[in-house]
């Protein structure tokens, strides 16, 4: 079971990004969806989540430029970034909850991380 994200970039101010991680493996019912990013010095702070009834929430900083949605029958979740701001990049890491076949656990996975810069 893994999780593999893509899209990251380098972009200009004011453009966009599209993020999408995939779950691969034997899962079963995946929960809450989700991106985290982290900046060099800085914690990993919550972008945005989906939960499996595509209710959404997101951070402040991101709310109306960002777009979070999933894909349950694909097991993906995408990130749509529009409005990209310098203070946005980061290293953005996909995140799922659920248990996985094997062990049957609920728990926390992650993905690898991509890696976003906005500059011009």
């Not at 900083?61 to 946005?88: C, H, W, Y």
Request: with cysteine; proline share 2%.
């Amino acid at each position: 079971v893994q999780l593999q994200a893509s899209g990251g970039g380098l972009v200009q101010p004011g453009g966009s990004l599209r993020l999408s991680c995939v779950v691969s493996g034997d899962v079963f019912l995946i929960n809450d969806m989700a991106w985290y990013r982290q900046a060099p010095g800085n914690q990993r702070d919550m972008v945005a989540v989906i939960n499996n009834d595509g209710g959404a929430r997101y951070a402040e900083s991101v709310q109306g430029r960002f777009t979070i949605s999933r894909d349950n029958a694909e097991n993906t979740v995408t990130l749509q970034m529009n409005g990209l701001k310098p203070e946005d990049t980061a290293v953005y890491f996909c995140y799922a909850h659920f248990a996985d076949i094997a062990s049957m656990v609920e728990r926390d996975w992650w993905g690898q991380g991509t890696q976003v810069t906005v500059s011009s």
